[in-house]
């Protein structure tokens, strides 16, 4: 059921209809209890007037009989449909066991064989409820009694009374319940219809003066995702503008060399203006593979992309895909893992391009014939990789500057100023914290995301 509208229709009827029968049936059982309660007191009282009467010679067996009997349902009891007028019937027997005198309803045969009390008995397929009296001094016992069946139809008229106007209001209840959900629904019709009015620039918050408190939250998680959505829409503004920036400026540079070298006639001249194309082809290759990277982070979902990966194997297709800029830089990329680090689950792609970007950086700024530390660990929970390499450092302020987008830090090299920015928002979206020092042996970055290691070593 799609309706919310429906779904709280159906739950109060069904809570409402639920409460209802429940006191439908407390109702039948309390009335049942209090009718069997009047009437057998009426029965009690009915049998000791009889004992009375012929006691005192006031007046005589039969005509005792008939005024112990004339009676009337008590008035609360009393309804509409059924007569239950004369129910009682009353026989007075002697001792020895000889029928003396019994009204116009009761049966020729005995009520019950019992001295005193109460009693259920059955006759001829018709239940009675009887009530003894022995009068020892005329020698006789009275029996007065009255159909059970008589009592079930009393008790299930009453109910049937109260049960047919609560079945009139039902319909009513149900229009009653079905305006007030639709009442208390509205402010949600009105933010539905606020938010289906607006353009798609408009993300501006939905106010939450008024709202009620169960939609609040609501509001404020809508408000947190266009907060969300306009950061990256901003971001990805900023990133057109600046990558377009980016572009623009080596393409100029190759146009311009390419005129140099078609316009001289020096080899020399020509030499250097198709050295300078080559750099600007590689640099902005570069700058187009980490547009690229950067748009695969900004679309990647840690949680759902998560394989088994062997950390040191993976460390190694890194170098080896950053292997031929070692080699035009002279510097060597040496790999330090751990005997405890084996196979975690993590973002395959995410981790590469982190630790990618981390280790190109570290090529481009070291010194000719150097070297960089690639060192991974297990740390707890956690993975670990640093790479130190040994070029000029910086400090906390340019390293905290460094990953924004396109800012170059002052070290040496050429930068795109993409690379620190990318591996930030791979880290993040892996969990993870990205750190910067300053050591004796280099300047480091560290990494540490959060890995669900798995059992068995590396090979």
């Not at 593979?289 to 990647?300: E, K, N, P, T, Y």
């Not at 700024?365 to 929970?381: E, F, K, N, Q, Y």
């Amino acid at each position: 059921m799609s309706s919310i509208r429906l779904r709280l229709i159906v739950i109060l009827l069904a809570t409402t209809g639920a409460v209802w029968c429940c006191a439908v049936f407390w109702t039948y059982l309390s009335t049942q209890h209090q009718v069997e309660r009047v009437l057998d007191a009426r029965l009690t009282e009915a049998a000791r007037m009889v004992s009375s009467l012929i006691t005192d010679h006031h007046i005589d067996v039969a005509a005792a009989v008939e005024a112990a009997t004339a009676g009337d349902v008590p008035p609360e009891f009393t309804v509409a449909e059924g007569d239950y007028n004369r129910q009682l019937s009353c026989q007075i027997w002697s001792l020895q066991g000889q029928l003396v005198s019994r009204s116009a309803s009761a049966p020729a045969t005995s009520l019950a064989d019992h001295d005193k009390g109460f009693r259920e008995t059955t006759i001829k397929g018709e239940r009675w409820r009887v009530y003894a009296v022995i009068n020892p001094t005329l020698g006789v016992r009275v029996l007065v009694g009255d159909s059970l069946e008589m009592r079930d139809r009393l008790v299930g008229d009453v109910v049937k009374g109260q049960l047919v106007p609560a079945l009139a209001i039902l319909p009513v209840l149900a229009a009653l319940l079905w305006l007030s959900v639709d009442r208390g629904l509205a402010p949600l019709n009105r933010i539905a219809s606020a938010l289906s009015g607006r353009s798609a620039d408009e993300l501006h918050p939905v106010g939450e003066d008024g709202a009620p408190r169960e939609i609040r939250p609501l509001l404020r998680s809508l408000n947190s995702l266009f907060g969300r959505v306009t950061q990256a829409r901003e971001r990805e503004r900023t990133f057109i503008a600046y990558a377009a920036h980016e572009l623009k400026t080596p393409l100029a540079g190759l146009k311009t060399q390419a005129q140099v070298a078609l316009r001289s006639d020096d080899a020399a001249v020509r030499e250097t203006a198709l050295g300078h194309i080559s750099t600007s082809v590689d640099r902005t290759g570069r700058l187009v593979r980490q547009l690229i990277d950067m748009a695969a982070v900004d679309s990647a979902e840690a949680d759902r992309a998560r394989e088994a990966i062997d950390v040191a194997a993976a460390m190694r297709e890194v170098s080896a895909d950053l292997e031929n800029l070692g080699i035009a830089r002279n510097v060597s990329v040496d790999i330090h893992a751990g005997v405890t680090v084996g196979r975690a689950s993590l973002n395959r792609m995410l981790l590469h391009l982190a630790v990618r970007n981390i280790l190109e950086n570290a090529i481009q700024h070291a010194p000719a014939g150097s070297h960089v530390d690639l060192i991974v660990a297990r740390d707890g929970t956690k993975l670990r990789i640093e790479v130190v390499d040994q070029g000029a450092g910086m400090t906390p302020a340019q390293s905290r500057h460094l990953v924004g987008r396109f800012n170059r830090g002052s070290r040496g090299g050429e930068g795109t100023g993409l690379g620190l920015s990318i591996v930030e928002m791979a880290i993040q979206k892996l969990g993870g914290e990205l750190a910067f020092d300053q050591r004796a042996n280099g300047f480091v970055v560290r990494v540490s995301v959060p890995a669900g290691w798995l059992a068995g070593q590396a090979r």
